[in-house]
């Protein structure tokens, strides 16, 4: 195993250590937790919380910030965070309207997510609601859910709902937007090459080298198919097309997509298969109206890529998305 690092079982803590002190004029750190909270005073708005397992960066902490995030939990690598952790983000974000909570669909996000926020609501009385995103569309169930897993669409709903928290919506509004955006989203993934946990210090699964697996999950979790590697733009048809078809997207539609590097996929790759998928939509006649591209949702130092497309239904949701935001990673 090769990292800059000093001892594995530190990484974590250094990382967000060196993350505010980077950017301490964005964020700073809740007392000795590992919570990344925004600076500002925010009074009368919601906040809005997300976080869950480190080695996904810059999910959650790089979206912290104007426009997006209040707080972001960071848990150890691949590992949800604590309640009392999340409990501590919650009060945090709250300026006294509410905080909302944005979870990925793993089991123990899903858990201790709850749990903080029965902690807040008895204890500080605080309002909290939560939104579970199950975005990914490979498999149903897979190592650590019970139903999609939550990956890259979480960062479209990080967007939209932050930028709707910003313009001063109300938890129940933010509540009811939340719970339409996050079916009219999907996504696929794709691996090359494993990722290498630091406290493990050896790769998560094997593949050949010439070998690469559809639907890999971002914790290295079990696709749908192994295959050959093959060119970008087969690729792309495959993800397009189970896309298109879950989303039964037509040319009325208009969508918005993410095309999401897993931490090791140079840009270079990155934009030959988002030429590949524009291609693919321009042929069929449905609208990109936004295009993100680059490293949101990342697997350590895995070599693979994903495809997240939203289906535009509301028009404000293209407003919140062109809306500014000053965040690390944005």
Same mark, same amino acid.
């Given at each position: 195993?090769?990292?800059?690092?000093?001892?594995?079982?530190?990484?974590?803590?250094?990382?967000?250590?060196?993350?505010?002190?980077?950017?301490?004029?964005?964020?700073?750190?809740?007392?000795?937790?590992?919570?990344?909270?925004?600076?500002?005073?925010?009074?009368?708005?919601?906040?809005?919380?997300?976080? !869950?397992?480190?080695?996904?960066?810059?999910?959650?902490?790089?979206?912290?910030?104007?426009?997006?995030?209040?707080?972001?939990?960071?848990?150890?690598?691949?590992?949800?965070?604590?309640?009392?952790?999340?409990?501590?983000?919650?009060?945090?974000?709250?300026?006294?309207?509410?905080?909302?909570?944005?979870?990925?669909?793993?089991?123990?996000?899903?858990?201790?997510?709850?749990?903080?926020?029965?902690?807040?609501?008895?204890?500080?009385?605080?309002?909290?609601?939560?939104?579970?995103?199950?975005?990914?569309?490979?498999?149903?169930?897979?190592?650590?859910?019970?139903?999609?897993?939550?990956?890259?669409?979480?960062?479209?709903?990080?967007?939209?709902?932050?930028?709707?928290?910003?313009?001063?919506?109300?938890?129940?509004?933010?509540?009811?937007?939340?719970?339409?955006?996050?079916?009219?989203?999907?996504?696929?993934?794709?691996?090359?090459?494993?990722?290498?946990?630091?406290?493990?210090?050896?790769?998560?699964?094997?593949?050949?080298?010439?070998?690469?697996?559809?639907?890999?999950?971002?914790?290295?979790?079990?696709?749908?198919?192994?295959?050959?590697?093959?060119?970008?733009?087969?690729?792309?048809?495959?993800?397009?097309?189970?896309?298109?078809?879950?989303?039964?997207?037509?040319?009325?539609?208009?969508?918005?997509?993410?095309?999401? !590097?897993?931490?090791?996929?140079?840009?270079?790759?990155?934009?030959?298969?988002?030429?590949?998928?524009?291609?693919?939509?321009?042929?069929?006649?449905?609208?990109?109206?936004?295009?993100?591209?680059?490293?949101?949702?990342?697997?350590?130092?895995?070599?693979?890529?994903?495809?997240?497309?939203?289906?535009?239904?509301?028009?404000?949701?293209?407003?919140?998305?062109?809306?500014?935001?000053?965040?690390?990673?944005?």
């Amino acid at each position: 195993m090769k990292k800059i690092l000093n001892r594995p079982e530190d990484v974590v803590e250094e990382m967000v250590s060196g993350l505010v002190d980077a950017h301490d004029d964005v964020v700073y750190r809740v007392g000795d937790t590992r919570v990344v909270a925004r600076k500002y005073e925010g009074k009368g708005k919601v906040g809005l919380i997300s976080g !869950g397992g480190s080695g996904h960066e810059p999910s959650h902490a790089g979206f912290v910030g104007k426009g997006m995030l209040s707080a972001a939990v960071c848990g150890d690598v691949f590992t949800s965070p604590t309640p009392d952790q999340v409990y501590e983000a919650i009060k945090a974000a709250d300026k006294g309207a509410g905080v909302f909570m944005v979870v990925k669909n793993y089991t123990g996000d899903v858990m201790n997510f709850e749990m903080a926020k029965e902690m807040a609501e008895s204890m500080d009385e605080i309002k909290v609601e939560t939104i579970i995103t199950n975005d990914d569309i490979a498999v149903e169930n897979s190592t650590w859910t019970e139903g999609r897993r939550g990956v890259a669409g979480t960062v479209f709903v990080h967007k939209i709902l932050g930028a709707m928290a910003e313009r001063g919506s109300s938890l129940e509004e933010i509540k009811a937007e939340a719970d339409v955006l996050i079916t009219e989203m999907a996504t696929l993934g794709l691996a090359l090459t494993p990722a290498i946990v630091p406290q493990a210090g050896k790769p998560g699964f094997t593949l050949a080298d010439d070998e690469i697996e559809f639907g890999l999950g971002i914790h290295g979790e079990p696709g749908y198919r192994k295959s050959k590697l093959r060119p970008s733009t087969e690729l792309a048809k495959e993800f397009y097309d189970k896309i298109k078809a879950f989303l039964k997207l037509t040319e009325a539609d208009k969508v918005a997509i993410l095309v999401n !590097g897993l931490g090791g996929t140079p840009q270079m790759e990155q934009y030959v298969f988002t030429h590949d998928v524009l291609n693919l939509f321009k042929k069929d006649g449905i609208e990109v109206a936004k295009k993100f591209v680059g490293d949101y949702m990342t697997s350590i130092e895995m070599q693979g890529i994903s495809l997240s497309v939203l289906r535009l239904k509301n028009p404000l949701w293209l407003e919140l998305l062109n809306d500014e935001a000053k965040t690390i990673a944005w």
